[in-house]
């Protein structure tokens, strides 16, 4: 399938061109950073399907799709989930929220090939990519208008608070962030990552010390409670 990429986020195009690449089943035909500019390439050139971000400055994703005269098939990219029911009504293929791990951008890939060549779809998918899952060590979180990059090993120690977390970094900064500690919890499990307390989840390898109800890390001491604390203790073999 010849797709394009059309966001207005460099690190985000950046991943979706590494997932591209590693699906042969896919070749990448060209990467726009607005909608505006992918018009013309779009209603002049054949293209399977598109990947393609929704807000974007001055004209948007849903603007985009009025627009063009070709109707590839389309698979959203997104920070927000809010616009996914108006997303499928417009007749996307798949609506994926970023952070988008490999295995979900995987599958939207199946789904697409599968509206245009129903019998062999999986066959290929399954034949050609040579990565069928990555281990990302990397994620990406909201913080004011743009999405940031965080590497794993950057990361110290994570702090609830409501409906938003604190992520301290090795440079001495946060990023506050509209995500559920659940949710992280979730994600990190099995990355070196552990919930020693409602509010807190911990980078292990960044721990200097620990005492019976405390980690140190940096210059923070922070609480293990009871209720995490022979999980903790487990996972690090104490």
Do not use: W
């Amino acid at each position: 399938m010849k797709c394009v990429i059309i966001d207005d986020e460099p690190l985000a195009v950046e991943l979706l061109q590494d997932f591209v690449k590693k699906v042969d089943s896919l070749e990448l035909v060209n990467s726009f950073n607005n909608a505006i500019d992918a018009v013309s390439f779009i209603n002049q050139n054949n293209v399977d399907l598109v990947f393609l971000d929704i807000q974007m400055p001055h004209f948007s994703g849903i603007d985009f799709l009025n627009t063009i005269e070709k109707k590839p098939l389309v698979i959203f990219t997104t920070a927000y989930s809010d616009y996914a029911v108006e997303g499928f009504n417009l007749g996307a293929v798949d609506y994926l929220v970023k952070p988008i791990p490999f295995h979900r951008f995987l599958k939207a890939v199946v789904r697409a090939q599968q509206v245009l060549q129903p019998t062999t779809a999986i066959q290929a998918i399954s034949e050609n990519t040579t990565a069928p899952e990555i281990e990302q060590d990397f994620m990406f979180v909201r913080a004011e208008y743009e999405n940031v990059k965080l590497n794993f090993a950057d990361i110290l120690f994570i702090e609830g608070l409501k409906d938003y977390v604190k992520i301290y970094t090795t440079d001495n900064k946060f990023i506050l962030t509209l995500i559920s500690l659940i949710k992280l919890e979730n994600l990190l499990s099995n990355k070196g990552f552990a919930r020693i307390h409602r509010s807190y989840i911990i980078n292990i390898k960044h721990v200097k010390s620990i005492q019976k109800n405390k980690v140190l890390i940096s210059d923070k001491r922070i609480p293990i409670s009871e209720s995490y604390k022979n999980t903790f203790f487990e996972k690090i073999n104490l």
